[in-house]
T-cell receptor
Framework: ETGVTQTPRHLVMGMTNKKSLKCEQH?????MYWYKQSAKKPLELMFV???????ENNSVPSRFSPECPNSSHLFLHLHTLQPEDSALYLC?????????????FGNGTRLTVT | ELKVEQNPLFLSMQEGKNYTIYCNYS?????LYWYRQDPGKSLESLFV?????AVKQEGRLMASLDTKARLSTLHITAAVHDLSATYFC??????????FGTGTRLQVFP
């Protein structure tokens, strides 16, 4: 049990589909993150939410749309994706507010775009 | 653009041996983190280094930070098979923004 739960664990979608990834944290943290992990590339920061406010959008294409309704939940809405978007999408949380604490990661969603 | 580079990218070592993984970064930061990832699993936090000269040890792993050289090391002492995993360093450049290194895949064999 990592304290950060991601669903689904695996997702296969066509390029015209719309789907959403869900992340929930039970750690009382105030910051939540989306990272993309592709083969042979470093983890790429996508979005950061701090106290429900988006504080980082790392030049992510608009076909990825995050939503953070409260400090415990984070979504990543997907539409008209490309095959190169296939990757492991990791959600993470931390105390936030510059408290120098590590990120706690979920198990990720393995996304395949066909 | 911030670069966080790890060396080596792949390390195959025999049980009982010692080795060091290096993490170099290209911008000023005094906060660095080390994570471990097992195949098919999530990332697990190992060490949090918050100042120049910080040294942390846990079991056979020891991490250090030299902010002036922009270098962190992860030293492995007397490696065992259970240490086989991918190790990432991550540099904090703004409040709550972590940039990860390329990762070092470690394999320990008998």
């Amino acid at each position: 049990e990592t304290g950060v739960t991601q669903t689904p664990r695996h997702l296969v979608m066509g390029m015209t589909n719309k789907k959403s990834l869900k992340c929930e944290q039970h750690l009382g943290h105030n910051a939540m993150y989306w990272y993309k992990q592709s083969a042979k590339k470093p983890l790429e920061l996508m979005f950061v939410y701090n106290f429900k406010e988006q504080t980082e959008n790392n030049s992510v294409p608009s076909r990825f749309s995050p939503e953070c309704p409260n400090s415990s939940h984070l979504f990543l809405h997907l539409h008209t994706l490309q095959p190169e978007d296939s990757a492991l999408y990791l959600c993470a949380s931390s105390h936030g507010g510059g408290l120098n604490s590590p990120l706690h990661f979920g198990n990720g969603t393995r996304l395949t775009v066909t | 653009e911030l670069k966080v580079e790890q060396n080596p990218l792949f390390l195959s070592m025999q049980e009982g041996k010692n080795y060091t993984i290096y993490c170099n970064y290209s911008t000023t930061s005094d906060r660095l983190y080390w994570y471990r990832q097992d195949p098919g699993k999530s990332l697990e936090s190992l060490f949090v280094l918050l100042s120049n000269g910080a040294v942390k040890q846990e079991g056979r792993l020891m991490a250090s930070l030299d902010t002036k050289a922009r270098l962190s090391t992860l030293h492995i002492t007397a490696a065992v098979h259970d240490l086989s995993a991918t190790y990432f360093c991550a540099v904090e450049i703004n409040t709550d923004k972590l940039i990860f290194g390329t990762g070092t895949r470690l394999q320990v064999f008998p």
